[in-house]
């Protein structure tokens, strides 16, 4: 049987520190035949719309970010453990190349600052999916931002409108929910789809685009999914606010 441990909406460096190293620790620990990383592993918050023309833009911190998330995530990551690693395309990786694009194209190239040649994926040996990575039978990871996929309120809502969309289950991060909700039709209940949102794992109180109460509808958490041919059972470990969870009745803290 596969393990799958899926993360998503890290942004760092708003990045919840406990959290990171517990889920590093996790993955040493446990091997799991997989990881995915669903997106929004970097905030970029200078190259942001809401920073245009305000100081952050004026931060140039961009590579500063990419390098700390490659020092503080990707390499202790990799330093214990060999597994295959994915990560997705998102509206925050995007962002630096969107901007350049933007914001100054006469400095546009194919390569430069886009996610994966910044955060050196081929030199950790991490797979880039831009848009969708079907990773069991029947599921499809996306990050969630694409465009036709209807935004719900309710935790699980977003993937469930995306699972009836593509008519496959779904795991997607990006709403910052977390949620598992299945949905089943035809006769004899002869089909069933499963949307899963992840949940973030920020630190809350260094996000300070959400005012300063920082208010949100957000749950924090990481899946980790069984996959035995075409059974897939997916769960949702929630994660506290001082980055502990329980996996399999053991404690990361
Ligand atoms: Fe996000
Ligand atoms: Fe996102």
Do not use: C
């Not at 596969?2 to 620790?25: F, H, T, V, Y």
């Amino acid at each position: 049987m596969k393990r799958i441990i899926l993360i998503s909406d890290l942004q760092m460096p708003l990045e919840n520190k406990r959290a990171n190293r517990n889920l590093i620790n996790l993955i040493h620990d446990s091997q799991p035949d997989e990881v995915i990383n669903i997106g929004d592993i970097n905030d970029y918050t200078a190259s942001g719309r809401w920073s245009a023309g305000k100081r952050a833009e004026y931060g140039m911190t961009v590579r500063q970010e990419a390098n700390y998330t490659i020092r503080t995530h990707i390499q202790p990551l990799r330093a214990g453990y060999d597994g295959p690693i994915t990560l997705l395309g998102s509206n925050h990786g995007e962002r630096p190349h969107k901007y350049l694009v933007d914001r100054a194209p006469a400095l546009y190239d194919e390569e430069s600052f886009r996610e994966d040649k910044l955060l050196r994926l081929d030199d950790f040996g991490i797979k880039f999916e831009p848009v969708r990575y079907d990773f069991a039978p029947g599921w499809s990871a996306i990050h969630g931002h694409g465009k036709g996929i209807n935004l719900a309120r309710y935790s699980g809502g977003t993937a469930i409108n995306a699972a009836r969309r593509y008519g496959r289950s779904i795991v997607m991060g990006h709403t910052h929910r977390a949620g598992i909700v299945s949905e089943t039709t035809g006769p004899a209940g002869s089909k069933t789809v499963t949307g899963v949102e992840l949940g973030h794992l920020m630190d809350i109180t260094k996000a300070a685009y959400l005012g300063p109460e920082r208010l949100a509808n957000w749950q924090s958490a990481f899946g980790l999914f069984y996959v035995d041919g075409t059974t897939v059972t997916p769960h949702l470990i929630p994660v506290s606010r001082n980055g502990s969870f329980i996996v399999e009745g053991e404690r990361y803290k």
